[in-house]
């Protein structure tokens, strides 16, 4: 056959199939069909299958049939692979956000509103609900893993919703963030940690000290979890400031409140006050001035310290590296590429990776070759839950070894790709 009718029958392929599926999304039975065989997938490769073809049709399905996709995505936010959940919790967002098609007529400017325009707000209020305040029949762990995703789903809020539309999603989550005194430790760091993601344009000033007031609150609680959550959102709320407006004054004092002697937490407070134009020659002499690497390093590989406190462990390494100690770089880089491969929480590989990336350009020829085929080994493990982030940061350290190492490494994956099913990790 030839190339030109080649890609003429892969594109009528395409389109055929595509028929196919609109076909069976365009039925309110066969697309429940579709749900409980999603629901009842056993093969991680089907799940995501499923949830691609969600990603994918989700902006042409029925009302009634968004409302199905949203229940059946809630319930993989308690799903044993974090990618899954990710990809769910983003799915939501997406979804409200583009619930209805936005290409209608112009209606006249007294005509009564379609109660049907209702429906996403309501929903977004009704899944707010279900994220930050999780069934009492969920265990801690399943609570954990329901309100991590709440800020990946305001993140995609954010990205797919319309500007007329999104002051009615963001003050419906913003109503949250009052009495603190009343939020639990679990319902409160999940408020903490998606609120930093929110852009500070979404909200006015007004707004900014009731939010810094409700962190400030946490950041003197003495919880380890809670003080990091809080003084992040600080240092994210004190960007768009200058140092002489009046807020900046309380976030300094808020930072100076949490107290304790970790460090992860040592270099938030010294973060914060630094920007506030705050004296912080004692937090420089404790960070900058003896050995601190040994300690995160315990730190970030031990099950019991919180995702958290990881991430600021690895930008305080990373920070220890920009002010001049250097000494420990290429163990640093080693850990980074070890995490990126072991850690259990997506966010915490995401933030090594991100960190290894920047520190390969400072390292020798032959360090840099060392840490990329010490993270390609991660591909050979054969779990896709522990590779599929592995690719992204390999291939952009890879950038910055010599050419004929590179090339060894690209001989390298040219091999795993065409390795047989058998193997450790068989080509995709």
């Given amino acids: 056959m030839p190339p030109d009718e080649t890609v003429d029958s892969l594109i009528l ?14 039925s309110e039975r066969k697309f429940g069909n579709i749900i409980e065989a999603a629901r009842s997938a056993k093969s991680w490769q089907q799940l995501r299958a499923y949830l691609d073809v969600f990603d994918e049709y989700c902006t042409y399905l029925s009302v009634r049939q ?50 049907a325009e209702e429906v996403p707000f309501t929903l977004w209020e009704e899944y707010l609900d279900k994220l930050i305040y999780p069934d009492h029949k969920t265990t801690p762990q399943q609570r954990g893993q329901i309100g991590y995703t ?22 419906a989550l913003l109503r949250y963030y009052d009495r603190p005194e009343e939020k639990d430790e679990d319902t409160a760091f999940t408020l903490l940690d998606a609120i930093r993601y929110l852009p500070a344009q979404q909200y006015d000033q007004e707004t900014r000290g009731r939010l810094i007031r409700f962190a400030a609150w946490f950041a003197a609680s003495g919880n380890l979890r809670l003080q990091a959550a809080a003084l992040q959102f600080l240092r994210e709320a004190q960007r768009s400031l200058p140092q002489d407006h009046p807020q900046m004054a309380q976030i300094a004092a808020a930072a100076r409140s949490a107290a304790g002697g970790s460090l992860p937490l040592l270099f938030l407070r010294y973060k914060v006050l630094q920007r506030a134009g705050e004296d912080v020659s004692d937090y420089q002499a404790a960070l900058y001035e003896q050995d601190v690497t040994s300690e995160i390093f315990l730190d970030n590989l031990k099950s019991a310290t919180h995702w958290i406190i990881k991430v600021v462990g690895i930008e305080l390494l990373q920070d220890q590296v920009e002010h001049g100690l250097r000494e420990h770089m290429l163990h640093i880089a080693t850990h980074f590429s070890n995490l990126v491969k072991v850690s259990e929480r997506v966010g915490v590989r995401h933030a090594a990776g991100e960190a290894l990336v920047r520190l390969i350009p400072l390292l020798r020829r032959e360090q840099r070759n060392e840490v990329v085929v010490e993270l390609g080994k991660g591909l ?23 050419p004929s190492e590179l090339d060894e490494q690209v001989l390298w994956l040219k091999n795993l790709l065409g390795s047989p099913p058998t193997s450790p990790c068989p080509g995709r």
């Fill in 13 to 26: 392929l395409s389109v055929e199939h595509n028929l196919k599926l609109m076909h069976q999304l365009s």
């Fill in 66 to 115: 968004k409302t199905q996709a949203l229940a059946f995505l809630y319930e993989l936010l308690v799903h044993r692979e974090g990618d899954i959940r990710r990809q769910a919790a983003s799915l939501i967002g997406k979804i409200i956000a583009k619930f209805h098609l936005v290409y209608r007529k112009e209606v006249p400017a007294d005509a009564r509103t379609d109660p």
């Fill in 150 to 171: 709440l800020k990946l789903v305001v993140d995609a809020l954010l990205e797919y919703g319309r500007s007329e539309t999104m002051p009615r999603f963001i003050g």
């Fill in 380 to 402: 050979e493990m054969g779990q896709y839950q522990i590779s599929k982030y592995i690719p992204e940061y390999l291939g952009r350290a890879a950038l910055f070894l010599h």
